[in-house]
């Protein structure tokens, strides 16, 4: 079985901080790693993914993701929050052998001007 | 391109309708996905298609719910009857496959209100 844990509901930043949105994962073969993004009522947009190679992934708007393999983690990133990265975010793992995705709960970021 | 395409983006009901959600998935790809999105439960895998043939529906929660994929470029979740508990966004995704890590594109989602 595979999934997902985010472990914080809720992170809030200023505007020009850095910006860090926590994931681990579980899954019994190699891992391929996603990040969305959801504003309200619109559906989720993709923003980058981890498949192999170079362990940070740079992605859409500026976001990037380390992967690390010790910790099952892969934590998505960007240097210098906006106020219009205020939304809600979403890690998802599949095995590398299925085509499920399984998502986290969704971390809300706010960003405070 | 038009990306994935849901309609209708919202429906309320009573209670024992029938409710039909459709997609249109983009040109091309040839993997489609019905998920349901509520507060409680989060983002669910409800069932996906593969070519139009259904792979994989363990994530659907009741004989009350059937999904259909007649051709390439459209999809059909159908609920009968409905229940308020049924209540939550549905989304339609789509990928291509290309031999390696297909990214699945998301539609705007239905939101469905069972009263």
């Known amino acids: 079985a595979q999934s997902v844990a985010q472990p914080e509901d809720q992170v809030n930043v200023a505007e020009g901080n850095p910006l860090t949105v926590k994931c681990t994962y579980s899954v019994s073969g190699n891992p391929y790693l996603f990040w969305y993004v959801q504003y309200p009522n619109r559906g989720l947009q993709f923003l980058l993914k981890y498949i192999t190679g170079d362990n940070l992934v740079k992605g859409s708007y500026g976001f990037e993701a380390e992967f690390n393999k010790s910790q099952t983690s892969f934590h998505l990133k960007k240097p210098s929050a906006l106020v219009s990265d205020s939304a809600l975010y979403f890690c998802a793992v599949r095995d590398m052998r299925d085509y499920k995705l399984s998502f986290g709960a969704g971390t809300t970021v706010t960003v405070r001007a | 391109d038009a990306g994935v395409i849901q309609s209708p983006r919202h429906e309320v009901t009573e209670m024992g309708q029938e409710v039909t959600l459709r997609c249109k998935p983009i040109s091309g790809h040839d993997y489609l996905f019905w998920y349901r999105q509520t507060m409680m439960r989060g983002l669910e895998l409800l069932i996906y298609?593969?070519?139009?043939?259904?792979?994989?529906d363990s994530g659907m929660p009741e004989d009350r719910f059937s999904a259909k994929m007649p051709n390439a470029s459209f999809s059909t979740l159908k609920i009968q009857p409905s229940e308020p508990r049924d209540s939550a966004v549905y989304f339609c995704a789509s990928s291509k496959s290309l031999g390696g890590v297909e990214t699945q594109y998301f539609g705007p989602g239905t939101r469905l209100l069972v009263l």
């Open positions: 298609f593969n070519n139009n043939v259904p792979i994989d």
